[in-house]
């Protein structure tokens, strides 16, 4: 349900022509009350128009900077950006989620050496450990991203599809409910009780 809603608004975005361009957890807000199992992608203050690209003809990158978070850009989001590279840091998003870390955190350095060892761990670390003890999904997901050409529109459905089945297949279901909303529930119930 997250990685579904959240596909859902960047493919929003990027058919606007916004590139985030700042994808990580904490720009990924939970609505409350009605809105409680709404996800929102804030902050887009780093947001840029996908038009104005780094290189229209995606062979280089005219920006020699990292613009965003180093721990979730990117491979190339740490040279240019275009969509590709939001989905890909939506991807180490997930993985922060399910995991609460990421191969590449604790690194130490100034901030540029930090970047440069950052973006090495990504570029050397293969899929399938980076998404190991995760849903096979994921693998497929970000062989996906990765395969991308610069500039090239995702395909959502595609994404979208993949990870719904998944899903299904595992006897999950999308009834609108977070699991941590359920507990929360329980624990709010529990407390009440024992009152």
Known sequence: ?????????????????IVHRDIKPQNCLMGTGGNGN????TDLGLAEDADAKDDPSGTTSTRPWLVGTARY???RGHEGISE?????????????????KLPWQGLKGRRKEKEA???EKKRSIEVGDLCASLPEEFVKYM?????????????YARIRALFRS?????????DGVFDWTVLLYLQHKCEHQDS
Do not use: C, K, N
């Open 84 to 100: 590709q590279d939001d989905l890909e840091s939506l991807a180490y998003t997930m993985i922060y989620f399910a995991r609460g």
């Open 73 to 75: 850009a990117s491979i």
């Open 143 to 155: 062989e996906y991203v990765r395969q991308l050409g610069y500039g090239e529109m995702p395909d």
């Open 166 to 174: 998944g899903a299904w297949s595992r006897g999950w279901d999308d």
């Open 1 to 17: 349900m997250l990685m579904d809603q959240l596909l859902q608004r960047l493919e929003s975005m990027h058919s606007r022509g």
């Open 38 to 41: 709404v996800v929102y992608i």
């Open 117 to 119: 060892l950052i973006l």
